[in-house]
C-alpha cells in the first residue's frame, strides 16, 4: 500500500478504508490508495490539474445526515484505478488522467510513450497508440512521475450496434498493432483491458469518469452519439510491458510476462521458456475477437477463419500483422452493405431486449440512409 494511517492521516482530516481487495466498502471512508492523490492535491493544483471534490481534505459527504445512499452520489464514487485518478486540467477544463510511472515496475513505459508523442510519430494517421499530454515531477519525488494522459472510454462501451462499427474498430486496431511493429516495439499487453477510444465525439458534454453512464455534473444519465453518427478513434493504452528491439539483434527471445490475457498457449507451461513477444501480440488480438465477438454474438463467420490462424497453438504458424492487415481488408471489402448496416445481435440477447433495439436501430437506421451515413464509420 503507498501509504498508512497515522497523524499525516488526521490533519487530512479523513478516515482510511483498506484498500481493495480488503474489507467490505465503509460508506464515507476512502481508500489507502485515494490517500496518496488527496496529499498531492495542491502540487498537482499548482501544476494545473484539479482534483474531483471527494479528494479535497476538508470534504464531508454530501449524503452525512441523510438518507442518501452513497452509492448515489457524485463524492461517493471511488477511484478504481490503482495507479491512476481522474482530474480537470485547469487552464481550459479538459478531463484527462493522470498515471503514476514508476521505473522499477515499468521501466520502458515512459520511452514507449515519449516515443509515439514525438514527432514525426505523432501525427502519423497510423498511430493508434494514445498520447501523454505532459509528464510531471512532483516535488520531493525521487523517481515517480506522473503521465498526464486523454480521459478515454472502454472500447465496447456503449456495445457495437452494427457489423460496419465493429469493421471499423477492428481496422484501427490492426493498424495500431502494424505502426508500433514496424517501430519495432511489442505490446506484449494488448489485451480488452488495453484497448479504448476518444469519447469527444461521441460524448459531446462528456461524463463522469467513475460512473461512465451519469453525466459530469451527476444530473442524470449521460447522452451520447452512435459510432455510426459520429465515429470515434481507438487507441492502445498501458506500456507498462511494452518495449523496442534493435532489428539488427534478430528476432527477440524475452521471458514470459503475463498481463490481462493469461491464455497464450506459449505461456502455459509452469516454466514457459524465452519467447518472440510479436507472435503472442497477434494471439491476445485474436483471442479478443474470439471471446468478445465470435463467443458473444451472431454473425461474425466471416472473420472467423482469420482468428483461427491468429490463435494458433504454435506461435510460428500465426500470420504477421502485415498479413493480418492484408487479409482483413480483404474481408472488408468482400462485405456488403446490408451486412455491415445491419444490427449486431448478442447470443444471450432476450427477445424482449431483442425487439425494443430493433425499434431503435431501425428508425435510426433510416436516419443514416437520409444523412448518407457511411456503413464503415471510419473516423
Not at 479523513?14 to 471512508?29: A, I, L, S, T, Y
Not at 451527476?218 to 478513434?233: E, V
Request: proline share 9%; hydrophobic share 30%; with cysteine.
Amino acid at each position: 500500500m503507498p501509504d498508512v494511517e497515522g497523524e499525516d492521516d488526521e490533519n487530512l482530516n479523513m478516515n482510511v478504508d483498506e484498500d481493495f481487495g480488503g474489507p467490505r466498502r465503509v460508506p464515507g471512508v476512502r481508500f489507502r490508495s485515494e490517500l496518496w492523490w488527496m496529499k498531492r492535491r495542491d502540487a498537482l493544483l499548482q501544476c494545473g490539474y484539479a482534483l474531483r471534490s471527494r479528494y479535497q481534505p476538508d470534504w464531508v459527504p454530501s449524503w452525512q445526515g441523510t438518507k442518501k445512499n452513497y452509492e448515489d452520489q457524485e463524492d461517493g464514487q471511488d477511484n478504481p484505478h490503482r495507479a491512476g485518478l481522474d482530474a480537470t486540467r485547469t487552464s481550459d477544463g479538459r478531463h484527462v488522467m493522470l498515471k503514476k510511472v514508476i521505473p522499477q515496475e515499468g521501466p520502458y513505459e515512459l520511452q514507449i510513450n515519449q516515443l509515439f508523442a514525438s514527432e514525426p510519430l505523432a501525427s502519423d494517421p497510423r498511430n493508434h497508440c494514445a498520447q501523454i499530454l505532459e509528464v510531471i515531477k512532483l516535488p520531493g519525488e525521487d523517481e515517480e512521475k506522473l503521465l498526464v494522459m486523454p480521459l478515454l472510454r472502454q472500447y465496447d462501451d456503449p456495445p457495437f450496434e452494427t457489423y460496419g462499427e465493429v469493421v471499423a474498430f477492428l481496422s484501427q486496431l490492426f493498424e495500431g498493432v502494424q505502426f508500433m511493429n514496424e517501430n519495432n516495439v511489442a505490446h506484449r499487453d494488448c489485451t480488452q483491458f488495453n484497448v479504448m477510444y476518444d469519447p469527444s465525439p461521441m460524448y459531446a458534454d462528456s461524463y463522469h469518469p467513475v460512473e461512465t453512464r451519469r453525466r459530469r455534473d451527476w444530473k442524470g444519465d449521460a447522452k451520447y452519439y452512435t459510432r455510426t453518427q459520429r465515429p470515434p478513434r481507438y487507441y492502445l493504452i498501458d506500456f507498462g510491458l511494452s518495449r523496442r528491439y534493435n532489428p539488427a539483434d534478430g528476432p527477440p527471445l524475452e521471458m514470459v510476462l503475463r498481463g490481462g490475457d493469461k491464455s497464450a498457449p506459449e505461456h502455459r507451461s509452469p516454466a514457459p521458456p524465452p519467447c518472440n513477444p510479436f507472435p503472442t501480440d497477434i494471439y491476445y488480438l485474436g483471442n479478443l475477437i474470439r471471446e468478445n465477438f465470435l463467443q458473444k454474438c451472431y454473425g461474425f463467420e466471416f472473420v472467423e477463419p482469420l482468428v483461427k490462424d491468429m490463435v494458433l497453438d504454435d506461435p510460428e504458424k500465426r500470420p504477421k500483422i502485415d498479413e493480418v492487415v492484408s487479409r482483413f481488408e480483404e474481408i472488408r471489402a468482400s462485405l456488403s452493405k446490408s451486412k455491415l448496416r445491419s444490427r449486431v445481435v448478442r447470443r444471450k440477447e432476450v427477445w424482449v431486449v431483442g425487439m425494443w433495439r430493433s425499434v431503435g436501430y431501425w428508425y435510426r437506421r433510416a436516419g443514416y440512409f437520409l444523412q448518407r451515413k457511411a456503413a464503415i464509420p471510419d473516423p
